[in-house]
């Protein structure tokens, strides 16, 4: 329950492309694995209701060692659906003939992005570690969900937007000075028409600023990644 916990939620296996049978089959691995290492296992309730309550708990242990990394990846997809709205380019859904639901693949191709620097710098190990340590730090059949412990997911939920807004903010600041420059163009020429001409001069500042921001959003990223081992062993 713990290892489904972690799979549920952790970057890479909780993708929707990935097939569930692989998840399956990999969290059954993985718990087969990390079984030696267990040592005495303290017997089960034969209570249905509480060996419901014991599975629920080791369930969520598992879910919140997966958010660690997860709220990282999924602030890294803010970030670009953020500067596609910036850019401008969240508006070819309501202008051009995209499908209900298209997205333009700037969230997409910076969740990429990130998901390749969380794999080079090991973080999926990171988590993979962080739940072997849980098992010393939390017995198997003993955790307990407190409301100390919501409180530290909850925030934890809250470096999704820190995240999102930091690694956003070169794109952001770059289209902040673009769309100023705009303005002060249209009140100098008010025969120009500044709204046909921010489509692409926004859009073209965006693109230049984003590929200019990649190398230090890399940096950014594997710090965050280097700081999960402190952050699953603050969660658990």
């Known amino acids: 329950a713990r290892v489904s916990g972690l799979f549920l939620a952790a970057p890479l296996w909780s993708m929707a492309g990935m097939p569930k049978s692989v998840r399956a089959a990999a969290a059954v691995l993985l718990s087969v694995i990390l079984l030696p290492a267990l040592g005495p296992v303290p017997r089960l309730p034969d209570d249905q209701l509480a060996m419901s309550v014991i599975l629920a708990s080791e369930t969520l242990v598992g879910l919140a ?21 910036q850019m401008g380019l969240s508006l ?14 700037v969230g997409q191709l910076l969740g990429y992005f990130a998901l390749t ?16 340590a849980s098992f010393a730090a939390i ?7 407190s409301l100390a412990g919501g409180r530290e997911i909850a925030d934890l939920a809250g470096t999704v937007f820190s995240v999102g807004i930091r690694a956003a903010a070169p794109v952001m600041v770059a289209l902040l000075l673009a769309n ?26 965006g693109l230049v600023a984003f590929g200019a921001a990649l190398p230090f959003l890399a940096q950014f990223l594997a710090a965050g990644v280097e700081g999960l081992p402190g952050q699953v062993g603050r969660t658990i």
């Open 65 to 85: 060692i997966g958010l660690t990394g997860a709220f990282l990846m999924h602030g890294v997809v803010l970030a670009g659906e953020v500067m596609s709205m």
């Open 92 to 105: 070819g859904q309501a202008l051009g003939s995209l499908p209900e639901g298209a997205t333009v693949g």
């Open 117 to 132: 620097i969380y794999l080079t710098f090991g973080g999926h190990l990171t988590l993979y570690q962080g739940l072997a």
């Open 139 to 145: 017995p198997p059949g003993q955790a307990l969900v």
């Open 180 to 205: 100023l420059a705009l303005a002060i163009l249209g009140k100098a020429v008010p025969q120009l028409n500044v709204m046909m001409l921010a489509f692409p001069v926004t859009i073209s500042i």
